[in-house]
């Protein structure tokens, strides 16, 4: 047999790993498990990470039943954009499954009639005959920081996943009516992370010190040089946020 402390070292270490929180990651629209690739490695000793396929559906609702059926029993959750809202209706489908919420520059409000408008436009360019190549340059402006355009390797990521997901896709999710979440989050007391880049332009950061002021379980995290895609654009940072929320 082992001696007492080698096998005690084994119990605590799988007693740790027993312990380790599972964490749902849901990305944003025209995203998949890349939009998460450095928080997947960077929390892997810290929770138990999968990322959720919001490909396949065409309603948020449908969305979060899919994302439940999958789910453990409890389960940390972090929605980025898109898939904030997602967070959203899975917490107001099960709010008493949701261990601990991160909303990652989103909003909790429905879209403004501007904000439609602008959606209905994107819809119609996606859907035009030229073939659909991801994210075009306009879009790739307002979601990375200006100082982040010319690194080579984050704007091909970006691209290669857009494209990677392609155009029905991006119909789907960008007709997703998007529902108002303040009465869902009040009502939770689990721990609420609010994270935004400082220079979002997409959900600025105004709206995310708003949030977070609006709850009282809420801790807001500026991610310091990062526009809209702050898990790529500086995934550290994100990363750090995430740990620590898993500790609160």
């Known amino acids: 047999m082992p001696p007492r402390a080698a096998r005690s070292a084994r119990v605590i270490s799988a007693s740790s790993r027993e312990r380790r929180p599972e964490l749902i990651l849901l990305p944003g629209l025209l995203c998949d498990d890349e939009l998460w690739r450095d928080q997947l490695i960077g929390l892997a000793d810290a929770a138990v990470c999968r990322v959720a ?80 190549r991801g994210i075009s340059d ?10 982040r355009l010319g690194d080579e390797a984050l704007v091909g990521r970006i691209r290669a996943m857009t494209t990677r997901l392609g155009r029905d896709v ?34 600025p950061l105004a709206q995310h010190r708003a949030l977070a002021a609006m709850i009282a379980t809420a801790r807001l995290c500026v991610i310091e040089g990062s526009g809209h895609l702050a898990p790529m654009e500086q995934p550290d940072a994100v990363t750090a946020a995430l740990r620590a929320w898993l500790n609160w």
Not at 111 to 130: G, K, Q, Y
Not at 138 to 147: C, E, G, M, Q, T
Request: aromatic letters at 6%; a positive charge; hydrophobic letters at 50%.
């Open 53 to 132: 396929d919001l490909t396949v559906g065409r309603t948020i609702e449908e969305l979060a039943q899919r994302v439940l059926a999958a789910a453990p029993p409890s389960f940390a959750l972090a929605g980025f954009s898109f898939g904030g809202y997602v967070a959203q209706e899975i917490a107001r489908q099960a709010p008493v499954r949701v261990e601990r919420l991160a909303l990652l520059g989103t909003s909790i409000r429905p879209d403004t009639p501007e904000r439609a408008a602008v959606r209905r436009s994107l819809a119609d360019a996606a859907a035009a005959p030229a073939a659909f």
């Open 170 to 203: 991006f119909l789907r999710q960008n007709a997703m009516v998007r529902r108002d979440g303040e009465a869902v989050l009040r009502g939770l007391a689990c721990p609420l992370l609010v994270a935004c880049g400082e220079n979002d332009t997409l959900t």
């Open 138 to 147: 306009r879009l790739l402006r307002s979601f990375v920081d200006p100082a």
